[in-house]
């Protein structure tokens, strides 16, 4: 079974300054996709980036990014330049690339606040 | 507009009562899910459904019903022997590699 670790449950940061998350998991399958999810208070499940295990490229969507590292499963979400409206609960989460069973695992969340 | 659409958003019910919460969507997947979040933690998987007239069940399933007998349509049935009902429940559908949620439904037991 997979499991996805986030081993920090609160965060914060300055406006403007960057933060990274950090997310571990534990799975044998080769092939899989990873996600980072926003969720700020209106509870909404916002898709931030997601990063195919098949791909050494790390994803980017603009301030967001990932560092992706297959063999040490750990897969961090970088934010760049944090705005207020970063503050959220944010949850990494696993899956696999096809199959019976496929559905998603997430960690427990981090709790990111952004100060002004 | 495509997407995914749960009702009721809020829903209060007594204890020992039976309730369904509806999941609908019109994006044309076949997979759907139901994930329950309690304040403050992660998401938590109740039953999932790979194709119509098939579903599994997830990580909580003890206390909850479902069906598929449309493709479209996924409801959750929240059972009096549920121990715990009060949460937050979540639906969603995929497609390949991506997961789309809808907004929620927020149920508490009076």
């Known amino acids: 079974a997979q499991t996805v670790t986030q081993s920090q449950p609160e965060m914060s940061v300055q406006e403007a300054e960057t933060v990274t998350l950090s997310c571990t998991y534990d799975?044998?399958?080769?092939?899989?996709?990873l996600f980072w999810y926003k969720q700020p208070p209106s509870r909404q499940m916002i898709l931030v980036i997601r990063?195919?295990?098949?791909?050494?490229q790390n994803a980017t969507e603009n301030r967001f990014s990932v560092n992706f590292q297959k063999a040490a499963k750990s897969f961090s979400l970088k934010i760049s330049d944090s705005q207020l409206g970063d503050t959220a609960m944010y949850f990494c989460?696993?899956?696999?690339?096809?199959?019976?069973?496929?559905?998603?695992?997430f960690g427990a969340g981090t709790i990111l606040r952004v100060k002004s | 507009d495509g997407g995914i659409t749960q009702s009721p958003k809020y829903l209060f019910r007594k204890e020992g009562q039976n309730v369904t919460l509806s999941c609908e969507q019109n994006?044309?997947?076949?997979?759907m899910y139901w994930y329950r979040q309690d304040p403050g933690q992660g998401l938590r998987l109740i039953y999932y459904?790979?194709?119509?007239?098939?579903?599994q069940k997830g990580d909580i399933a003890e206390g909850y019903s479902v069906s598929r007998e449309k493709k479209e349509s996924f409801p959750l049935t929240v059972t009096s022997a549920q121990k715990n009902p009060t949460a937050f429940y979540l639906c969603?559908?995929?497609?390949?590699?991506?997961?789309?949620f809808g907004e929620g439904s927020r149920l508490t037991v009076l």
């Open positions: 969603a559908s995929r497609t390949s590699g991506r997961l789309f």
């Open positions: 799975t044998s399958e080769s092939n899989y996709y």
């Open positions: 990063q195919e295990a098949y791909k050494q």
């Open positions: 989460a696993f899956m696999k690339h096809a199959g019976r069973g496929n559905k998603l695992v």
């Open positions: 994006l044309n997947h076949d997979a």
């Open positions: 459904s790979q194709i119509v007239n098939d579903f």
